[in-house]
């Protein structure tokens, strides 16, 4: 089942980033592949701060 933007929150600025890039008619200048590791390496980034604050939170 793959994951929609309804059901990943850290995915939906970069889809609207992308709409708006396609709705001025520029071309991107990134490979599909890198905008890809963008996203994943932000998307674990945020994942790593959450953890920890949550165990900061819990001492």
């Keep these: 089942m793959p994951i929609t933007v309804a059901q990943a929150p850290g995915l939906d ?3 609207e980033l992308r709409m708006r ?3 001025t008619g520029s071309k991107p200048k990134a490979s599909p592949l890198q905008a890809l590791l963008l996203v ?3 998307t ?3 994942v790593k701060q ?3 604050m949550m ?3 819990l001492d």
Excluded: E, G, H, K
């Design 50 to 52: 959450y953890r920890r």
């Design 40 to 42: 994943v390496w932000c």
């Design 44 to 46: 674990l980034r945020r």
């Design 55 to 57: 165990n900061s939170r």
């Design 21 to 23: 890039r396609l709705a």
């Design 13 to 15: 600025q970069p889809a």
